[in-house]
């Protein structure tokens, strides 16, 4: 079982920052693979970034690509989205997520979800 809660959302204006930071629990966090989703209101969740269990491989929704940059620090079982040059298309509700299948971009194949947290970017 692993337990994972978000925190670090707000409301930035359009060209700020954000770093957002996903704490879990459990022993074998490392094991597991972890991405980051989003959903705005009237759309579906989805894919954000994920990183391998090592932080050696990472994959990046195009939408997001130069601006976002995940990383995680087994050792205090945290995983952190550090948002750049926010737009205000970034505005959703951020989740973290676990799963033990791969590096995945589909929801379906996470096992474990954090509660969100929200960001607003504003105009």
């Known amino acids: 079982q692993v337990q994972l809660v978000e925190s670090g959302g707000g409301l930035v204006q359009a060209g700020g920052s954000l770093r957002l930071s996903c704490a879990a629990s459990?022993?074998?966090?490392?094991?597991?693979?972890m991405g980051w989703f989003r959903q705005a209101p009237g759309k579906e969740r989805e894919f954000v970034v994920a990183?391998?269990?090592?932080?050696?491989?990472?994959d990046y929704a195009d939408s997001v690509k130069g601006r976002f940059t995940i990383s995680r620090d087994n050792a205090k079982n945290t995983v952190y989205l550090q948002m750049n040059n926010l737009k205000p298309e970034d505005t959703a509700v951020y989740y973290c997520?676990?799963?033990?299948?791969?590096?995945?971009?589909?929801?379906?194949?996470?096992?474990?979800w954090g509660q969100g947290t929200q960001v607003t970017v504003s105009s």
């Open positions: 997520a676990a799963t033990a299948s791969g590096l995945l971009r589909v929801t379906k194949f996470y096992n474990y």
């Open positions: 459990g022993r074998t966090f490392s094991r597991y693979v």
């Open positions: 990183i391998s269990w090592s932080g050696g491989s990472t």
